[in-house]
């Protein structure tokens, strides 16, 4: 493949080959000389005092390691955005399955009979499971008001609206938790020695925020902990800051025990003890004109942290941001709250926020429709953003999007019209009722407001003698084509063949820190500054003369020859720059809170059985833009399996808890889709292209999880007319919504203005 | 497994792994995901549930696919185990693996041996299946990346592949 034709192009995976044949190596695959087996003693209720801890009967625990808190060497806390989580708990616990104790031992089978004779005394103290239990403050459980952030977003005067409005339409929308569900469970592995200092190898997204959190925990400078990325199998999120408390527990134990130690959870642990897709509630008081225009809105939009405050405070930062949607709002007022409870902490999951206060507005934006007596189409078309108009943080549109014509190709692509018709006359006959419903959202890339300033990402390209080139990143593959599509990049911007570039293994001692691998932020951030480091490299050949402007991949080869033998190492490296115009203030919030967004139009299609009350996804239109797509096949993979977990979200996926615990963290209770439950998913792309990312490319990996729930829940109560304004939407909701209320025919004969 | 395994003595248990005769001394309820992964290194078998349900760790037993998490190895005594170590030969990628390849069927790659072993039995029963019958037939098995249309699609390609042969 010659340059000018790589990037674009579906080249095949770098790590394809180990993967299909079974070579590529996860965490259990590892096995050390000596190692030890490690295993977590949980707390088992959601919050009170440590009284007492005994080792039962029945067990030589002289043969155990034994690590508590007084084992820690620096700091114990997990270090992110706060240090106010404990790596083990001490005198008190304030959640279920907490960490309280480490054990390990050479045979793996004795673990788990070891874990159970542990007992722990303690003095139970109220604790709060719900929202609205954490608002009422009858329980103070972090902080002064159990309350990790609050953001104010305000755009106009929307207290000027509410007179002139023809139509106010208010509601309250919530979604549930949702676990990753990642295939391979999480998994780590700790080594340490005094000379080198300490090293894990684990299942992971970020190996930079292990490293932090490892040098607080056990006091060693940063060229004494090494982080290694291994194969990774699938995280959604939900490996981001997970890993840094299990490469914590591994590195206690290899530091007490002088011996490696692998800790890996099964399905059980992993489900009930890590974190979740954040709960939420939102509501929407809207102000519309006669004419079906949104004059403006106040939007409340809150999430459940759990018990410590990890991520909590950019997720909601996400999710009021989205919050309002694609649509122009002359006057908005956001109040936005991440509260307290004693569950599990809750994380980061593909969508980071936007998924939950999205579901909320694209339901409530079908409510409005029916207020006005709009149709969902023209609804949404009366109020898309245009270029030069201003989002609610008063972010210009300077991306030439037209989302009437997303919408048109949506609709076209789905056959809506014809099919709106044929539902209409079929419904009334058929216990089967069929509906349509859209969902329009954006997706901002990369960190919010000023993250990717503080982030300072750096990246390196490094050339062999013999003309290869390493692209040195800490950006991590775990499925979504990491290695793929920089190596493109950096191929492209050399001009040599993709096989002549590699994307190395995330190690923090080879690699430099290239941020997280999150927010959709690796293909536009990280790889515009591969795009730079090897445009540096080229640059660095022909100023020294050893490089013409059109080269042969033998004389590129002939040229890195040279230099190395002359000069020493070829290597480049590259850090962010703000792009110019990419102003946030945090304190207002207000300015450009992303460099770029995605923009799509999903179409949903489906079947309510009134006999089983279940829903059938039966088609699937997902229209996006996304700036230009540099790996067609991975990019399509992204929005299917997005789109796919996102029905999950919608119809299957219910976590079930019981005091702050999850009571279903088993597969066969937590259900999540299988290849007999989706339609199929046909994705379309629209390039307009974007001059912040490389080679034009925007975000894309997150942004097919925010549209399908609400598209479907649409379609639902278009099939029904009943309205629905919670996710997962499971048989017996709906059961018990239409024994209270049957089913109407009002919605599928609305007019249908087009 | 339980503690009871190991209050019961190791027996040797012969059967047929990829092709090879071989013996391992096991504790008769030993989980063959575990045989296969520690004693003899194939770990391309993955665990991801160790209860049935995901499918991650299927291999073949006597041409049946089997969740090898459910299987006690002394059911394997005798037995022909095709694990996905044995699917290519030498070099050469099976025609399924190159169509997972080719058609983005592998993302985080976790679930992709036991996928493509559902795939090689489905395809060993019926070379020419139907989406419907590609679907029906890897409905045992979990994928949370891809939303399984590319998996189905690779399928479909091995099977256009091999009939134009």
New interface residues.
């Given amino acids: 493949m010659k340059n000018g034709d790589i990037v674009g192009a579906?080249v095949?995976?770098k790590?394809?080959?180990?993967?299909?044949?079974?070579?590529?190596?996860?965490v259990?695959?590892m096995v050390l000389p000596g190692m030890l087996h490690g295993a977590t003693v949980r707390s088992r209720i959601p919050r009170g005092k440590v009284k007492k801890i005994t080792f039962g009967p029945g067990i030589d625990w002289q043969e155990f390691v034994i690590v508590s808190a007084k084992d820690i060497p620096g700091k114990n806390c997990i270090a992110l955005i706060e240090e106010d989580q404990p790596c083990l708990a001490e005198d008190m616990v304030n959640h279920p399955e907490e960490p309280l104790l480490l054990l390990a031992h050479p045979d793996r089978?004795?673990l788990p009979?070891a874990v159970e004779a542990v007992s722990v005394e303690y003095e139970a103290l109220p604790a709060i499971f719900t929202i609205e239990e954490s608002e009422r403050h009858s329980e103070i459980i972090w902080g002064s008001d159990n309350t990790f952030k609050t953001i104010l977003i305000e755009k106009g005067d929307v207290d000027s609206v509410w007179e002139k409005a023809h139509h106010i339409v208010e509601a309250e929308y919530t979604t549930g938790a949702q676990e990753?569900?990642?295939?391979?469970?999480n998994g780590m592995i700790a080594s340490f020695d005094k000379q080198s200092g300490l090293t894990v190898w684990g299942s992971l997204q970020c190996p930079y925020y292990v490293h932090k959190a490892l040098m607080k925990l056990c006091g060693l400078p940063a060229d004494r902990v090494r982080v290694i990325q291994m194969?990774?199998?699938?995280?959604?999120g939900g490996k981001e800051d997970y890993p840094s408390m299990i490469a914590a527990h591994a590195a206690l134990l290899a530091i007490k025990s002088g011996k490696p130690v692998k800790i890996v959870y099964?399905?059980l642990e992993d489900m009930v003890a890590t974190t979740k897709r954040h709960p939420s509630r939102t509501r929407h008081r809207t102000a519309i004109s006669k004419d079906g225009k949104i004059l403006g809105g106040e939007i409340e939009f809150t999430i459940d942290g759990g018990a410590y405050e990890t991520l909590s405070p950019v997720v909601l930062s996400r999710g009021a941001i989205h919050a309002a949607g694609p649509y122009y709002w002359p006057n908005i007022r956001i109040r936005a709250k991440a509260v307290a409870t004693n569950a599990p902490p809750h994380g980061a999951f593909r969508g980071f926020g936007a998924p939950q206060s999205l579901f909320a507005l694209e339901r409530h934006v079908d409510r409005i429709a029916q207020a006005v007596q709009l149709s969902p189409v023209e609804i949404r078309r009366r109020n898309f953003l245009k270029p030069g108009q201003t989002t609610s943080t008063g972010q210009i549109v300077r991306e030439q999007i037209d989302l009437g014509k997303l919408l048109d190709q949506a609709l076209e692509l789905s056959d809506y019209h014809a099919k709106k018709e044929k539902f209409a006359s079929e419904n009334p006959q058929s216990s089967n009722k069929k509906g349509l419903g859209i969902a329009a959202f954006l997706h901002g890339a990369g960190f919010t407001g000023s993250g990717e300033r503080y982030l300072a990402s750096q990246v390196g390209v490094e050339i062999s003698e013999d003309g290869r080139a390493r692209v040195l990143v800490s950006s991590t593959e775990?499925?979504?084509?990491t290695k793929t599509v920089l190596s493109q990049i950096a191929a492209e911007a050399l001009g040599i063949e993709y096989d002549d570039v590699e994307t190395t293994q995330a190690d923090t001692h080879e690699v430099p820190n290239s941020g997280p691998t999150v927010a959709s932020r690796t293909v536009m951030v990280v790889g515009k500054l591969v795009q730079s480091a090897a445009i540096g490299i080229k640059q660095r050949l022909t100023s020294s003369g050893l490089l013409g402007d059109s080269y042969s991949p033998a004389e590129f080869r002939a040229a890195c020859r040279a230099y190395v033998a002359t000069r020493g190492q070829l290597r480049s490296l590259a850090q962010y720059e703000p792009p110019d115009g990419v102003v946030w203030d945090d304190e207002k919030y207000r300015g450009a809170a992303y460099a770029a967004f995605s923009w799509a139009v999903y179409v949903a299609e489906v079947t309510v059985d009134l006999t089983t009350y279940s829903v059938s996804v039966d088609d699937f239109v997902a229209v996006q833009e996304v700036g230009k797509v540099l790996n067609p096949?991975?990019a399509?993979?992204q929005v299917?399996?997005?789109?796919?977990?996102a029905i999950g979200f919608a119809l299957f996926e219910k976590v079930i808890w019981e005091n702050g615990r999850m009571q279903n963290g088993?597969?066969?209770n937590y259900i999540?889709?299988?290849?007999?439950d989706?339609p199929?998913?046909r994705v379309y792309f629209e390039e307009l292209g974007n001059p912040h990312g490389a080679y034009g490319a925007k975000g894309i990996g997150e942004m097919p999880m925010d549209g399908p729930a609400p598209a479907i829940v649409n379609a639902v109560q278009d099939a029904l007319g009943v309205s629905f304004d919670s996710v997962p939407l499971l048989p017996e909701d709906i059961f018990e919504a239409l024994s209270a209320a049957p089913p109407l025919e009002t919605l599928s004969s609305a007019k249908e203005d087009r | 497994m339980s503690d009871s395994t190991h209050i019961h003595t190791k027996s040797r248990i012969s059967f047929r792994l990829n092709g090879k005769l071989v013996a391992a001394d096991s504790y008769p309820m030993d989980r063959l995901l575990d045989v296969l992964r520690v004693e003899f290194g194939l770990t391309g078998t993955k665990e991801g549930c160790g209860e049935g349900e995901c499918g991650s760790c299927s291999v073949l037993m006597n041409g049946m696919l089997v969740n090898s998490c459910l299987v006690p190895v002394l059911q394997a005594e005798n037995a022909d185990i095709l694990t996905i170590e044995g699917l290519a030969a030498d070099s050469h990628l099976h025609q399924l693996q190159q169509a997972f390849l080719d058609c983005g069927g592998a993302q985080c790659g976790i679930c992709t041996p036991g996928m493509i072993l559902a795939a090689y039995h489905l395809l060993s029963k019926n070379s020419q299946p139907t989406m419907q019958q590609i679907r029906d037939g890897l409905a045992g098995n979990l994928c949370r990346c891809t939303g399984y249309t590319q998996i189905f699609e690779a399928v479909a390609e091995a099977a256009r592949r091999k009939k134009t042969v």
Wanted: glycine letters at 16%; proline letters at 5%; charged letters at 20%.
């Fill in positions: 579906s095949p995976r790590e394809g080959h180990d993967k299909v044949t079974g070579q590529s190596r996860y259990d695959d089978h004795l009979t990753q569900l990642y295939i391979e469970n194969e990774t199998g699938g995280a959604f099964d399905r775990f499925g979504q084509g096949v991975l399509r993979g299917i399996g997005g789109v796919a977990q088993q597969m066969t999540m889709p299988t290849s007999a989706l199929p998913i």
